[in-house]
């Protein structure tokens, strides 16, 4: 068996949640492998809304194992709480299992994050504030403590030791307003109920249930132009978001790495600082954040919007592998007269579709325009498309030369098109 892929192709958002829990039935475990609660991914089941910030998509299925793996950051006091609203929600959680060597959010980190960002001024990341860099640069620095630390009898002094190495550091930045003592009390007590949850080995657990034959599907979180070595440095994250992170992030060999899906909507949106270049500022703009809702589920941001990108999504597949699409949010279209995709980039007088080393304002770009179905999408089969709408996937799969099999057309976990 190996592992399957589902991630981001853009900026993040794109409906990674929402596609993990329709398929999580055809897997027995799915694992999460970087980031940590800047994720924000939204499952709509019987019309009842749900965001997760660390816990694996396919949590709703009582019989998938849910992972939250080696590569992925954990704020002990976020995670007990997402656990307490699922359990208000009748599930048991007993399919939910943590990785030892995932690395715990201090709250000095998110107290760090908040420095940096503060500091940055107007070249701030518009970081979610979660203490994801910090973090990571503990984890690198070799500073970090892991959750099978919370185990050890010493747990505390490392604690205080980190805590003490940010207050110095923290020196370096103008104050500001952050309630350590509060947040520290919520986050020892975070750690004492962590004890009782499932730990796990993570590339043992993994490893031995790909020999057992147990279908696997690892979930990303953010987007590809979000990875740390590949994205739009330095706005992005702090994790390797792209389909070599499951390998890091779960203790994957490469050769057991199996389908790789990505996820793209139909148009494009971004949170954060950082030059999109399809990025719109007209009333298509508006359109498409009315219509998609594109607020932030972790910030409640407005979220930029834009057209579809052609060079940024090749780069993407590329960097992936990505073997088949699911387009989502393509009913966000439905009352566009016309609409266009972004082809190529003009930069210095030149025309390229690749990604320059520095994605910055001075990119231009060129579009092609395409008529708009103006109606709504009539049925989840796929011979019923609108003719335009069959036309545009027609165009992203022969520009993309891959695959589109599912086309998302709604927030609903049933409302999606296989072709
Ligand atoms: P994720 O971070 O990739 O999981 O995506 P988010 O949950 O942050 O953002 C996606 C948003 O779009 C959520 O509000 C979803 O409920 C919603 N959504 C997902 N797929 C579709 C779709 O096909 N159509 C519409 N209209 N909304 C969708
Ligand atoms: P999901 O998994 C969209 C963005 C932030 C910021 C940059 C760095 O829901 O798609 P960080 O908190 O990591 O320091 O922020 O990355 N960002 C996301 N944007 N969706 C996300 O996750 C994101 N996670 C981080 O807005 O620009
Ligand atoms: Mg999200």
Same mark, same amino acid.
């Given at each position: 068996?190996?592992?399957?892929?589902?991630?981001?192709?853009?900026?993040?958002?794109?409906?990674?949640?929402?596609?993990? $829990?329709?398929?999580?039935?055809?897997?027995?475990?799915?694992?999460?492998?970087?980031?940590?609660?800047n994720a924000g991914h939204t499952l709509v089941i019987n019309g009842e809304k749900t965001v997760l910030h660390i816990i694996p998509s396919g949590i709703f299925r009582e019989d998938v194992q849910n992972?939250?793996?080696?590569?992925?950051?954990?704020?002990?006091?976020?995670?007990?709480?997402?656990?307490?609203?699922?359990?208000?929600?009748?599930?048991?959680?007993?399919?939910?299992?943590?990785?030892?060597?995932?690395?715990?959010?201090?709250?000095?980190?998110?107290?760090?994050?908040?420095?940096?960002?503060?500091?940055?001024?107007?070249?701030?990341?518009?970081?979610?504030?979660?203490?994801?860099?910090?973090?990571?640069?503990?984890?690198?620095?070799?500073?970090?403590?892991?959750?099978?630390?919370?185990?050890?009898?010493?747990?505390?002094?490392?604690?205080?030791?980190?805590?003490?190495?940010?207050? +110095?550091?923290?020196?370096?930045?103008?104050?500001?307003?952050?309630?350590?003592?509060?947040?520290?009390?919520?986050?020892?007590?975070?750690?004492?109920?962590?004890?009782?949850?499932?730990?796990?080995?993570?590339?043992?657990?993994? #490893?031995?249930?790909?020999?057992?034959?147990?279908?696997?599907?690892?979930?990303?979180?953010?987007?590809?132009?979000?990875?740390?070595?590949?994205?739009?440095?330095?706005?992005?994250?702090?994790?390797?978001?792209?389909?070599?992170?499951?390998?890091?992030?779960?203790?994957?060999?490469?050769?057991?790495?199996?389908?790789?899906?990505?996820?793209?909507?139909?148009?494009?949106?971004?949170?954060?600082?950082?030059?999109?270049?399809?990025?719109?500022?007209?009333? #298509?703009?508006?359109?498409?954040?009315?219509?998609?809702?594109?607020?932030? +589920?972790?910030?409640?941001?407005?979220?930029?919007?834009?057209?579809?990108?052609?060079?940024?999504?090749?780069?993407?597949?590329?960097? #992936?592998?990505?073997?088949?699409?699911?387009?989502?949010?393509?009913?966000?279209?439905?009352?566009?007269?016309?609409?266009?995709?972004?082809?190529?980039?003009?930069?210095?007088?030149?025309?390229?579709?690749?990604?320059?080393?520095?994605?910055? $304002?001075?990119?231009?770009?060129?579009?092609?325009?395409?008529?708009?179905? #103006?109606?709504?999408?009539?049925?989840?089969?796929?011979?019923?498309?609108?003719?335009?709408?069959?036309?545009?996937?027609?165009?992203?799969?022969?520009?993309?030369?891959?695959?589109?099999?599912?086309?998302?057309?709604?927030?609903?976990?049933?409302?999606?098109?296989?072709?």
């Amino acid at each position: 068996m190996k592992v399957d892929v589902l991630l981001g192709l853009q900026w993040g958002d794109e409906g990674k949640g929402k596609i993990v $829990d329709y398929l999580s039935p055809n897997y027995d475990i799915i694992a999460r492998f970087q980031g940590g609660p800047n994720a924000g991914h939204t499952l709509v089941i019987n019309g009842e809304k749900t965001v997760l910030h660390i816990i694996p998509s396919g949590i709703f299925r009582e019989d998938v194992q849910n992972v939250i793996g080696n590569g992925v950051v954990i704020d002990p006091t976020i995670l007990l709480k997402e656990i307490d609203g699922l359990k208000a929600k009748g599930l048991s959680l007993n399919n939910l299992l943590i990785a030892k060597k995932a690395h715990l959010i201090l709250p000095t980190h998110r107290y760090l994050d908040a420095a940096s960002e503060n500091a940055k001024g107007k070249e701030k990341i518009g970081s979610t504030l979660k203490g994801i860099g910090p973090t990571y640069m503990d984890k690198t620095g070799r500073n970090g403590l892991r959750v099978g630390d919370i185990l050890t009898p010493n747990f505390k002094e490392k604690y205080q030791a980190l805590k003490d190495k940010h207050l +110095a550091l923290l020196q370096i930045y103008p104050n500001i307003d952050f309630d350590l003592e509060g947040e520290e009390k919520a986050f020892l007590a975070s750690i004492e109920r962590m004890k009782s949850l499932q730990m796990v080995d993570g590339p043992y657990f993994i #490893n031995q249930a790909l020999k057992k034959g147990k279908r696997i599907l690892a979930e990303g979180a953010q987007g590809s132009m979000l990875d740390i070595d590949y994205g739009t440095y330095p706005y992005v994250t702090s994790s390797n978001t792209v389909t070599a992170g499951v390998c890091t992030g779960l203790g994957v060999a490469p050769k057991n790495i199996g389908k790789v899906i990505g996820i793209s909507k139909a148009y494009c949106t971004r949170v954060g600082s950082g030059t999109f270049p399809s990025e719109l500022f007209d009333k #298509n703009a508006e359109e498409l954040q009315r219509v998609g809702h594109e607020f932030g +589920a972790t910030t409640g941001r407005p979220r930029r919007c834009g057209w579809i990108d052609i060079p940024q999504l090749k780069y993407a597949i590329m960097i #992936n592998g990505v073997d088949e699409i699911c387009l989502t949010k393509i009913d966000v279209m439905n009352e566009f007269e016309t609409f266009e995709a972004v082809d190529s980039y003009e930069l210095d007088g030149q025309q390229t579709t690749q990604i320059p080393f520095e994605v910055n $304002d001075s990119i231009k770009v060129n579009t092609k325009s395409f008529k708009g179905w #103006n109606k709504d999408i009539p049925s989840r089969n796929h011979n019923d498309l609108p003719a335009e709408a069959a036309n545009y996937i027609n165009y992203l799969e022969q520009e993309l030369e891959t695959p589109i099999n599912l086309i998302s057309v709604g927030p609903g976990r049933e409302e999606i098109i296989i072709k």
